[in-house]
């Protein structure tokens, strides 16, 4: 079974900005990226991280997950940025231009060495890479397999078609088919898929249009530049009542089957099987992780005992 | 000096009168007749037309030492005042005393002659650099800062005499009949000078806008006027209606929203019959908006929306989600525009709205109201008078007025402007007493008053982020330290009145 954390809304804070920085804590998002990249300017690179590591330092009882993103591994600002973050223990560094394996595995040595240094188990710094160049496409499905820090693959539209020299719209037919690389190569190394950035604040229903159809094609959570976009985006990650109900019902059947001594059954005149059963547990744990039930699906309700 | 109940020393005396120190916010009763005025025979037919503003005041009989009056439905736009300072300087008369319904940063004009002794006292809120010289001392004026309730019930009392009245008539004839509604000036409801214009000894209708008779519908009508006089402008419509009435897209102002919301749906309270008052801040309108989808979701046909009156009430009403809007003062264009047509739109006296000593105020049938803070402490007091320097620079308007009406007042407030906590141990200055402060809400979290048990349980229930005051407090102050407490000199230059005419606080000279 793949993690259940749940990572719907992932909001980028700017790195510098020590207003926003105060308010991490305060949003309901499931993650934030702190971000010393492209929201800070040259002449702050230093201060912001300084900054960042300040706020850490004194964000004792964290509610979500803290990522950073660093510059990219080619820059001359990386390597400051990891020696000066990663001693305030966030939870992952978002690494830009996640272009090959290579370049995944070489911060995971660095986060190694990292965590030898302060005394932490290895592999507690996750990766979450970003797929936003031709090339990062295309390596996507290996680049998702290089290290097992790995919590998912971001997709990063914005950059990707920059580089694929062609604009961004908003319904996004032009990003279907990088869509689709990252989430095959996702869903085969069994991590999530994470959308990219909706850039428009003020077009909520753009927004929820783009999440909506998102969602339909497997990715598990969207980037975020502004807090206003939270609550649309998890009222669209929401399971709805029907499908907690019908995932309910999967359940109950699935056992009855196995106590009659089946591994298929109907419900309803639809034929219940193990596909279906995962999907209705997959269901239940996002619903379990909104509060909505309390029912705890193991291995053992999906696929029985031997 | 005597301490009142909630901790603040009080003078016996203030600029000649004798203070009674406030001690709750209910048991205090008049034992008094309302103030009267001469009855006046007025036999002519013809016009009561004097002139301009300088014949208006020499046909008032106005003299030294006497008490005027306007009011501030033109807001930050008004001309009146600041032109009638000066005639009344002109003609050689000195020791006035203000006692608008409030005085705004516009008339910061009016200093040279407080210098000069022309005007020596204000029986009403100042905002701005007036007050705020006098917090430094370096104006000499007594101030005495009235909540609209407080202010009304003042004049209606007689604790406040006022001898001349000038009232900025928006749509007027020659007889002294008058309304709000139309013309250049327009500004809607009259609900403060509809006070003014009953209880003044001589009342003038100033306009700039002189319509044939009849001016219809009558809003004050001319068996209350004594003279009428024309001006060449009353004001800038540009700043007549110029509050910011958009809902914010601040994050943080957002997020306080969306936690008021949470309360008003936990009150129980919207549901047919529903009635609330919100005010003009973006935070305000962003809650008036959650309003409005969960009337619309549960199909409830709300009772009245009260107070200042903005576009987004207007809408409501307009969807059918109210019955009435009870209007005291209309704070945007569309609002304007409402009252002049819909009937469903009531111009309501500023002593119907909120003044304590009558037979029930329409304050005392509000479900919810949403206020602003400039600072609340743990106690539930919440300051709107004063800013972080220390300085008077607000009215305290309705606050305390609908706090102690509605069932269940809901303060907005940031938890930090600036660098400075805005939950602390001890507001500045106590506009509106805590025990009638329901809910604090900030984006950090939802504080509770004690005296609202059933309210806390429901939101704990639903999840709502509901913390002991406390507990805000420290958290807050965790990220901003505690700030050095501003000083201050014994002399007192100010009084917060209360709405029942208590001294609540005093404003007192900052250290320089």
């Keep these: 079974m793949a993690d259940y954390k749940l990572r719907r ?24 990226q702190i971000d010393l990249e492209d929201a800070v300017p040259l002449s702050e690179k230093d201060a912001a991280r300084i900054l960042v590591r300040r706020f850490l330092d004194n964000y004792k009882n964290r509610n979500k997950e803290i990522l950073v993103r660093i510059n990219g591994l080619d820059t001359k600002w990386a390597l400051d940025d990891l020696k000066t973050v990663l001693p305030a223990i966030p939870d992952g560094i978002r690494l830009p231009k996640a272009d090959s394996p290579e370049i995944v595995e070489h911060l995971d040595t660095m986060l190694t060495e990292y965590e ?23 390596n996507a499905p290996k680049t998702a397999k290089a290290s097992t820090r790995l919590i998912g693959l971001a997709f990063g539209a914005e950059d990707y078609t920059a580089t694929m020299e062609i604009n961004r719209t908003k319904t996004g037919e032009e990003l279907f088919n990088a869509r689709m690389n990252v989430l095959w190569g996702a869903k085969a190394a069994g991590i999530q898929a994470i959308d990219s950035i909706f850039a428009d604040v003020n077009d909520m229903e753009s927004l929820r249009k783009e999440t909506e159809l998102i969602k339909k094609l497997g990715f598990t959570g969207k980037c975020m ?74 291995e053992e309700d999906i696929n029985g005992t031997e | 000096m005597v301490r009142n109940s909630v901790g603040r020393l009080i003078p016996e005396t203030f600029a000649g009168k004798k203070l009674i120190p406030y001690s709750d916010p209910w048991s205090l009763q008049p034992h008094a007749e309302r103030s009267t005025r001469a009855i006046r025979r007025i036999t002519h037919n013809g016009s009561k037309l004097v002139g301009g503003l300088r014949d208006a005041i020499i046909a008032s009989g106005l003299k030294d030492g006497m008490t005027i009056s306007t009011h501030h439905s033109l807001r930050n736009g008004d ?16 020791d006035i005393k203000i006692a608008s319904s409030s005085v705004h940063i516009v008339h910061a004009e009016l200093i040279p002659y407080i210098r000069k002794g022309t005007i020596t006292g204000f029986e009403c809120g100042v905002n701005g650099l007036i007050a705020e010289q006098v917090s430094k001392g370096e104006l000499d004026c007594p101030i005495i800062v009235r909540s609209h309730g407080g202010r009304a019930r003042s004049l209606i009392t007689g604790e406040v005499p006022v001898d001349v009245a000038f009232l900025a008539a928006p749509y007027c004839d020659e007889y002294g009949n008058f309304n709000g509604f139309y013309g250049p000036s327009a500004c809607g409801s009259l609900g403060y000078a509809l006070v003014d214009a009953q209880h003044a000894h001589k009342v003038v209708a100033v306009t700039d806008n002189l319509v044939p008779f009849p001016a219809v519908p009558v809003g004050i009508p001319q068996s209350v006027v004594d003279f009428v006089c024309q001006v060449p402008r009353l004001g800038d419509p540009k700043k007549i209606v110029s509050s910011t009435t958009k809902i914010t897209t601040d994050p943080i102002g957002l997020q306080i929203a969306k936690y008021a919301a949470m309360v008003i749906e936990a009150t129980g309270y919207v549901k047919d019959g529903f009635s609330f008052q919100t005010g003009t801040g973006g935070i305000s309108l962003a809650v008036a908006e959650h309003v409005r989808n969960m009337m619309r979701r549960d199909k409830v046909k709300g009772s009245f929306g009260l107070g200042g009156i903005t576009g987004y009430f207007v809408d409501m009403l307009e969807e059918g989600l109210f019955e009435a809007l009870f209007d005291v003062q209309c704070f945007d264009l569309k609002a304007v525009q409402s009252i002049g047509r819909n009937q469903k739109h009531v111009e309501i006296t500023a002593g119907t709205y909120a003044n304590p000593f009558n037979c029930g105020a329409t304050v005392n049938r509000l479900d919810c109201v949403i206020l602003s803070a400039t600072e609340t402490d743990v106690n539930f007091n919440v300051n709107v008078n004063t800013e972080s320097m220390g300085y008077l620079l607000h009215n305290t308007g309705g606050h305390c007025d609908a706090a102690a009406g509605a069932k269940v007042s809901i303060v907005v407030c940031p938890s930090i402007r600036g660098r400075l906590p805005m939950v602390r141990d001890e507001v500045t200055t106590i506009s509106t007493p805590g025990e009638t402060v329901g809910v604090i809400v900030t984006e950090r979290g939802i504080a509770v008053n004690d005296n609202l048990p059933d309210l806390k349980a429901e939101l704990i229930k639903r999840g709502a982020p509901v913390k002991d005051i406390r507990q805000l407090r420290d958290e807050i102050q965790a990220v901003t330290g505690v700030p050095k407490p501003i000083e201050f000199e014994d002399k007192v230059v100010a009084l917060i009145e209360y709405r029942d005419g208590s001294i609540i606080d005093v404003i007192r000279q900052v250290k320089p």
């Design chain 1, 9 to 32: 809304s992932l909001l980028y804070v700017p790195g510098n900005m020590p207003s926003m920085l105060q308010n991490i804590p305060l949003f309901q998002c499931d993650a934030v």
């Design chain 1, 116 to 138: 030898e240094e302060l005394g932490l188990q290895v592999g507690f710094f996750k990766i979450l890479p970003s797929i936003e160049t031709a090339e990062g496409v295309l």
């Design chain 1, 225 to 298: 530049i502004n807090p206003r976009q939270i609550d649309i985006i998890h009222d669209v990650f929401a399971p709805k009542q029907e499908e907690v109900d019908y995932a309910l019902e999967v359940i109950e059947a699935i056992k009855r089957a196995r106590e009659m001594g089946t591994g298929v059954i109907s419900l309803k005149g639809k034929m219940i099987d193990r596909p279906v059963v995962v999907r209705a547990a997959r269901v239940l744990n996002t619903a379990r992780a909104h509060g909505m039930v309390d029912v705890v699906i193991n």
């Design chain 2, 79 to 94: 001309y009146l005042l600041n032109e009638l300072v000066k005639e009344i300087d002109a003609l050689g008369i000195r």
